[in-house]
């Protein structure tokens, strides 16, 4: 079994790609997919659905900054009135190409 590390390595590699990747810089996008993992409980699928959605832009933008980070994601998904259920992330995954 992989490492949560490796992981989320993995799935920062192959969202390298997306809209919002260049805004957050790797070490970021990387240290946001660990959270994901390790504190959230998402499974491989789930992060890469949340980082592949526009979720990731609406956190930056609500942040006000112009490099987000990971406080900043935090902040968005624990906010009841952004809906980030797990109901919508099983809608993301549903959404999402893989």
């Not at 959230?40 to 980082?51: F, K, S, W």
């Not at 592949?52 to 906010?79: F, Q, T």
Request: overall charge positive; proline content about 2%; glycine content about 6%.
């Amino acid at each position: 079994m992989r490492t949560i590390g490796k992981r989320a390595l993995a799935i920062a590699y192959r969202t390298s790609n997306v809209y919002s990747f260049d805004r957050y810089g790797a070490i970021q996008w990387t240290a946001i997919a660990v959270m994901l993992i390790r504190y959230r409980g998402y499974t491989d699928q789930e992060v890469e659905a949340i980082l592949r959605s526009k979720w990731m832009r609406y956190a930056g933008d609500a942040s006000g900054r112009k490099h987000p980070i990971l406080d900043d994601v935090i902040r968005y998904l624990d906010n009841p009135n952004n809906g980030c259920t797990q109901e919508e992330v099983d809608k993301l995954v549903s959404q999402t190409n893989f």
